[in-house]
């Protein structure tokens, strides 16, 4: 354990060295778990305070160069290692300084164009500040928002409502509504978080709900079922795929009269199961999947997007009625299974990586190295998307792939740049020249050492 501890350290110390203080904070957290394995709580409790304190320098450093993602998910950090060492009081200012973070980092999305990144920040800032009470700053932010996005932009509108229920909720202790905000929640905000790398995320949300449930409820046990719809990806014409429905009671109470209809286009063949299902009862803290077979005939196209909805709606025991829509979810069906198209490019840039290698080995050593340095990274991405295409994880590998080309494009163009070329050639030049100026200098010196020995 030493040897581990002693590294950890060395990496924690070289990290610190580069200003890079999240990364030495979650080396500083692994020292931490180690001792805790050993039961030196003392020693665990040293570097968890060191990893805390680092945390927070990275989150003003993130505000400082206006990176307030990072600075959100570094605060986050802190947070959780704060609640390990039993520091409450630190709680409040960092769940607020996330909450600000997310809000500031929707107008580094929106400068990007990237409309449905800040519509999620924007969902998250506003759920925190609901969830703290502080309900003016949460109706700003999102009356604010509002002003700058096209009132036509459906995807950052859809997301938007998400905030508009959570307002409803909250404002009027509309306990009716919760299950739809909870439905909404994990059907239209969380599918989103990958967009803004916000999984992380993700129990934050769940415990801004959670208090949320907690301010609006009262003595009656509610049901409150949380529906998530899967599908398949890398799906083809002409062959059989089945998405999956689970429902989940997460209530204290019965869900009743449960009536669930699933809604996609005419073309979509249902092969196996029923697109409308109902189910008497569903006990507290129960689940049910809800199973269909599809197959979507040859169109005579590449590709093309069919989108499949659900329709839920159910009753406590009071008779109240709940509902909300699951969807809609976009299927993409292919003539040629995406990942096989992923494979291909990624065997045309290991050669391509290849080719440059080759290359660069006319060139000077200085310009190789760094040229050298780019393709090995580049080499290391293709490798991780390999692991990612054996995962399935099609979208990332599609990202990488996209990645690796730009970076081996620029490299190959700045290869066939004839002013870098002649670049290359006056520099070779004026080092000769230099050269060749220190051993005329060498000689001089080496006259004068013997003359003045005779």
């Known amino acids: ?15 610190l060295g580069k200003r890079n203080y999240s990364k030495a904070a979650y080396k500083y957290l692994e020292i931490a778990g180690l001792f805790e394995k050993e039961g030196k709580l003392k020693d665990a409790e040293r570097y968890l305070r ?10 003003n450093e993130a505000r400082r160069t206006k990176s307030f993602r990072k600075a959100a998910e570094n605060s986050l950090m802190a947070l959780e290692v704060y609640k390990k060492l039993n520091i409450l009081d630190k709680k409040d200012s960092l769940i607020l300084d996330i909450a600000s973070d997310l809000a500031n ?28 009470g502080k309900i003016n700053d949460a109706k700003n932010i999102i009356e604010n928002f509002k002003t700058k996005i096209s009132a036509e932009d459906f995807e950052a509108t859809r997301i938007l409502s998400v905030a508009s229920l959570i307002q409803k909720v909250v404002t009027s202790s509309d306990i009716s509504k919760y299950s739809e905000l909870e439905g909404l929640v994990n059907s239209r905000l969380k599918p989103m978080l990958p967009l803004i790398k916000g999984n992380v995320f993700s129990k934050l949300v769940d415990e801004a709900v959670q208090t949320i449930s907690k ?16 599908v398949p990806f890398d799906i083809t014409f002409g062959k059989p795929f089945v998405i999956n429905l689970k429902l989940k009671n997460n209530g204290e109470g019965e869900a009743r009269n449960i009536k669930i209809s699933f809604s996609m286009p005419e073309k979509v063949e249902i092969l196996k199961g029923e697109t409308k299902v109902k189910i008497d009862t569903l006990p507290a803290g129960k689940d049910v999947d809800l199973k269909l077979t599809l197959r979507v005939p040859d169109e005579g196209v590449e590709k093309k997007e069919y989108s499949i909805s659900v329709n839920l709606e159910y009753f406590d025991s009071l008779g109240t009625a709940y509902s909300t829509i699951v969807g809609p979810v976009n ?61 399935k994880k099609i979208d990332e590998a599609k ?46 010196r080496g006259e004068n050492i013997e003359s003045s020995e005779e």
């Not at 030493?2 to 924690?12: D, N, P, Q, T, V």
């Not at 081996?408 to 163009?413: F, G, P, R, T, V």
């Not at 870098?420 to 220190?438: C, F, M, S, Y």
Request: some cysteine.
């Open 1 to 15: 354990m030493e040897a581990s501890i002693r590294k950890l350290m060395e990496e924690a110390e070289e990290y």
């Open 105 to 132: 980092a929707a107008s580094e999305y929106l400068m990007w164009q990237e409309v449905r990144g800040a519509a999620t920040c924007i969902v998250l800032s506003s759920l925190i500040y609901f969830a703290t």
């Open 215 to 230: 301010k609006v409820r009262k003595e009656i046990k509610f049901p409150k079922i949380v529906p998530m719809l899967h």
């Open 331 to 391: 299927i993409t069906l292919h003539l040629i299974q995406e990942s096989e198209k992923v494979k291909e490019n990624l065997k045309s840039l290991k050669e391509k990586t290849s080719q440059l290698e080759e290359k660069l080995r006319k060139f000077p050593e200085f310009l190789t190295y760094a040229f050298l340095r780019m393709i090995n990274d580049a080499k290391e991405l293709l490798e991780k998307t390999d692991l990612l295409l054996r995962d």
């Open 399 to 444: 990202i990488n792939i996209k990645t690796v080309g730009f970076i081996l494009n620029e490299i190959e163009q700045l290869l066939i740049d004839k002013n870098l070329k002649e670049k290359i050639n006056a520099w070779r030049e004026k080092l000769i020249q230099k050269q060749a100026k220190e051993t005329v200098k060498g000689e001089e």
């Open 50 to 59: 060191l990893a805390v304190d680092n945390f927070i320098v990275a989150a």
